[in-house]
Every structure is written in structure tokens, then in C-alpha cells.
């Protein structure tokens, strides 16, 4: 099955500075890798999401890009604002049925 | 708006009981999830349906079982719980190939 990998498993940033949590997969034939957010005690929210067809993917302070390739995708989070602060996680898709999930980067952003 | 529901947000059991663990969403998806939760661990998949009466095994499945009688309701089965059941367990919804998962908001299963 897939393997998902994910960098760095915590990571603090002083606001106003950027944070790049990065994931890689093994299953070439994955094509679809969302993000998602958990905030303290709340539940996963997808927070964007990429497919393989596409090698970058913008929503106002957060991007995805993706290297098919190396099989490496990348969340980048720019302007962080405290409240950007949560465990994030990669996962990635061949059917849009199944997932694998990284194992989760836990970001403070330091007011 | 997509709500998945988890019948308890919290529960202590003893080492040995049958828990049963219901996650109910209301937007007549297909797919329905159980993962674990453990810190470091990510999210591991423990079994998934595509349809009713149908199940598939995930990556954790030993210990646990499943049933999906409705089209809106996933439960979750520990035949004889064990204290290395204690963790947190989050369902979820999706549409069939199309991606966005909807998680409920979690049960915290503590073992004794």
C-alpha cells in the first residue's frame, strides 16, 4: 500500500514569517492529495487540496505544490497569524476513496 | 453543511467489554471512515464501506469490526477492549471518488 511521510513533525514560527511542511508518498499512481487542519480538541478540516495534474495550488495564505516526480508535496503557509496555529496533515488518494495520512505537524505560531 | 455525528465524545471502559462506537452523517455519502488517532501515529485507517453492508479492511483492523446496516450510520465494534484500544477515534464521510473527507468530531476511548 502507500506509504506517506511527513516533515517536520513540529515546527514554530514567530508570526508574520512563513512555515513549509513537506510530505512524500511511494505509490506513483496516488493522484490526489488533500490537506487537512486540526485545531485543538476540533476535528479534521480540509484546508486545500491538489491533484496531479496540477503542480501548484493557491488559497489566499496557503499553497500546495507537488512534485509527481520526486513524490513530494509541500503545504506553505505564508503571513502566519496565531490562529494558523494547529496539527496539519498530508494524505494522499489513488481512488478518491481510500487515504494515507502523514503522521501530522503540530505548527505554533509564536505572537 | 455536511454533519457527522459520533455517538459519545468521551467513554472509560473495562479491559474485556464490548464497545460499540456509532458515527451517523446526515449528507448521504457512499463512503464511510473509522481512523485511530495517536499522537505521532497520524491518523491510521482502520476499516472503510462504500455501501451499505459492505466493508473493507484497513491498515489496523485486528481487534475491531464493523457494521453498516443504514446508509448513514458506521459503527464501530471492540469484541474485548483492551488498554492498547485507548486512543481517539474519528469517523468520516465522503463522497465516492471524490475526495473531501468530513470528519466527526472524535470519541476518546479510555481502557482500564
Known amino acids: 500500500g502507500e506509504n506517506v511521510e511527513q516533515h517536520p513533525s513540529t515546527l514554530s514560527v514567530q508570526e508574520g514569517d512563513s512555515a513549509v511542511i513537506k510530505c512524500t508518498y511511494s505509490d506513483s499512481a496516488s493522484n490526489y492529495f488533500p490537506w487537512y487542519k486540526q485545531e485543538l480538541g476540533k476535528r479534521p478540516q480540509l484546508i486545500i487540496d491538489i491533484r496531479s495534474n496540477v503542480g501548484e495550488k493557491k488559497d489566499q495564505r496557503i499553497a500546495v505544490t507537488l512534485n509527481k516526480t520526486a513524490k513530494h508535496f509541500s503545504l506553505h503557509i505564508t503571513e502566519t497569524q496565531p490562529e494558523d496555529s494547529a496539527v496539519y496533515f498530508c494524505?494522499?488518494?489513488?481512488?478518491?476513496?481510500?487515504?494515507?495520512f502523514g503522521t501530522g505537524t503540530s505548527l505554533t505560531v509564536i505572537p | 453543511d455536511v454533519k457527522v455525528t459520533q455517538s459519545s465524545r468521551y467513554l472509560v471502559k473495562r479491559t474485556g467489554e464490548k464497545v460499540f462506537l456509532e458515527c451517523v452523517q446526515d449528507m448521504d455519502h457512499e463512503n464511510m471512515f473509522w481512523y485511530r488517532q495517536d499522537p505521532g501515529l497520524g491518523l491510521r485507517l482502520i476499516y472503510f464501506s462504500y455501501d451499505v453492508k459492505m466493508k473493507e479492511k484497513g491498515d489496523i483492523p485486528e481487534g475491531y469490526s464493523v457494521s453498516r446496516e443504514k446508509k448513514e450510520r458506521f459503527s464501530l465494534i471492540l469484541e474485548s477492549a483492551s488498554t492498547n484500544q485507548t486512543s481517539m477515534y474519528l469517523c468520516?464521510?465522503?463522497?465516492?471518488?471524490?475526495?473531501?473527507?468530513?470528519f466527526g468530531p472524535g470519541t476518546r476511548l479510555l481502557v482500564l
Open positions: 494524505a494522499a488518494s489513488k481512488t478518491g476513496n481510500q487515504f494515507y
Open positions: 468520516a464521510s465522503s463522497l465516492p471518488s471524490r475526495g473531501t473527507q468530513y
